[in-house]
């Protein structure tokens, strides 16, 4: 049986998706099958076997698409297995230790019963969305801190486990 997975992601400025695109892009190399799309825009999981979100984070908030995705399809997330991801810090923070889910993903994991969390980097650059933003790049806090090779290594944990289990 080929195993089914969706890699939804919410974000704003679209660093999220670079990182859902990875992460699927590493699933079909390990023989799944796997589609990313916008957390905003996916009506029905039940076509999927595993369900991988993603969200950025944003003044310790997960990205509301993220969320509201969660809550919209809990009951049948919690029927097969889920794997969240947050990006966000805009510093080498996430590749030097583990950064624990902020409040709303933690609440979103205990509500699907996710397998696992984890914070990758950020990347938020010149064009950004938002005075918020655009004032970060602007005093140079900004720059990409996504972390493909731990990104690329966290999916092949992801597909190991998918691919282990019993169907």
Known sequence: MNTNVLVAYGTTNGSTVGIAEAVAQVLREEGLTAETASAGTIRD??????VVVGGGLYAGHWHKDARRFVRRNARELGERPVWLFSSGP????????DIPPVP??????????????VTFGGCLEEGAKGFVARMIVRNGKGGDF???PRIEQWAMHVADELT???P
């Open 104 to 117: 709303g993903v933690q609440r979103a994991m205990r509500r699907v019963d996710a397998r696992e969390h």
């Open 146 to 148: 996504r972390d493909f």
């Open 45 to 50: 999981v039940t076509p999927y076997d595993a």
């Open 90 to 97: 805009l510093d080498p923070s996430a590749s030097e230790r």
């Open 164 to 166: 282990r289990a019993d």
